[in-house]
């Protein structure tokens, strides 16, 4: 266990050290945000029935910047080879990466969401939705973010291919993240579209690093 920590404590060492990638990844949150009601017009009312899936796409396109340094800077300085040859299993240490991963990039993301749900005029209630459908639905993007890095790490400009790659394993999350802060069939389904997010985030964490690890396996052998 001590390695897994150790990995995850210098993901986030590496980012908060690599040169403002965390307030990159806030700023382009927040800029993708603020520029649609200028798209959108003065319409608050309809601004606030399309603010959740503003809020869902503002940071699902926002983690995808972190996504090529998940293995790519590894793999090129041999840490990636060090860690294939660890006591510690590979899928492990892809796991320990993923939750750096969420933490440096989605993190932030939540924590800046009340300044975003200023912007979009949304109300208290239906920020503190956001809050908690982010919370709950980010690590699957980080999962998914993860295995998509995994599989395209060892092939020549692969950061382009990668969210081509996830992004339709991404599209139910966003559907579900969307459903649970702006519930069409009341508040029911909207808790029942929350524990879909909480559950499919619970799958794709737990299977994920295996898969991630058999794509690197395979990818350097």
Do not use: H
Not at 24 to 44: E, H, Q, R, S
Not at 160 to 186: E, R
Request: hydrophobic share 60%; with cysteine; glycine share 10%.
């Amino acid at each position: 266990m001590s390695g897994f920590w150790s990995v995850v404590c210098r993901e986030i060492r590496l980012a908060l050290t690599g040169g403002g990638e965390v307030l990159t990844l806030l700023l382009f949150f927040i800029i993708t945000g603020a520029i649609v009601p200028f798209a959108i017009g003065p319409d608050k009312e309809l601004l606030a029935r399309i603010a959740p899936g503003i809020v869902w796409i503002a940071a699902f396109l926002a983690m995808l910047l972190g996504l090529d340094r998940l293995f790519r800077a590894d793999r090129e300085d041999g840490t990636l080879a060090l860690y294939r040859m660890a006591d510690t299993p590979l899928s492990a240490i892809i796991l320990a990466k993923i939750i750096g991963y969420w933490l440096v990039c989605a993190v932030p993301l939540i924590v800046a969401s009340p300044v975003l749900a200023i912007l979009l005029a949304m109300e208290l209630d239906a920020w503190w939705r956001t809050f908690l459908s982010l919370l709950a639905g980010t690590p699957a993007l980080a999962a998914f973010g993860g295995f998509g890095a995994a599989v395209t790490v060892a092939i020549r400009r692969g950061g382009l291919l990668a969210p081509i790659l996830i992004a339709p394993l991404c599209v139910p999350i966003l559907i579900f993240g969307v459903g649970a802060i702006s519930p069409i069939g009341g508040p029911d389904q909207g808790s029942a579209a929350m524990l879909f997010l909480a559950a499919l985030s619970l799958m794709a964490v737990a299977l994920s690093p295996f898969a991630a690890a058999l794509a690197i396996n395979g990818g350097e052998e």
